[in-house]
Nanobody, 115 residues
Framework: QVQLVESGGGLVQAGGSLRLSCAASGFTFSIRWMYWVRQAPGKGLEWVSTINNFSGGTSYTDSVKGRFTVSRDNAKNTLWLQMNNLNSEDTAVYYC????????RGQGTQVTVSS
């Protein structure tokens, strides 16, 4: 079955960086578009980023453009999210997912940005 395992979250000061990873299994990773979504405390799921399957085309929500970079390695069934210049509004649980609404997502990894 589909399994997505996120890692790399933690506590970081504002302005710092983190790199999230997502290990995928149980499906053909290379043919699927992949998504990062997040859920801040007390809020709903928010789409963060998309990467397509082969060409590596990407898109981002406006609040993270220029700070976050999504990438993938289809040979390793792995997805990453490089997050730079973090701020308190980035505090959330981050999930990799198979759709932009957060369907079929992993257990998530907590990112906490202290000001």
């Amino acid at each position: 079955q589909v399994q997505l395992v996120e890692s790399g979250g933690g506590l970081v000061q504002a302005g710092g960086s983190l790199r999230l990873s997502c290990a995928a299994s149980g499906f053909t990773f290379s043919i699927r578009w992949m998504y990062w979504v997040r859920q801040a405390p007390g809020k709903g799921l928010e789409w963060v980023s998309t990467i397509n399957n082969f060409s590596g085309g990407t898109s981002y929500t406006d609040s993270v453009k220029g700070r976050f970079t999504v990438s993938r390695d289809n040979a390793k069934n792995t997805l990453w999210l490089q997050m730079n210049n973090l701020n308190s509004e980035d505090t959330a649980v981050y999930y990799c997912a198979l759709d932009p609404r957060g369907g079929s997502r992993g257990q998530g990894t907590q990112v906490t940005v202290s000001s």
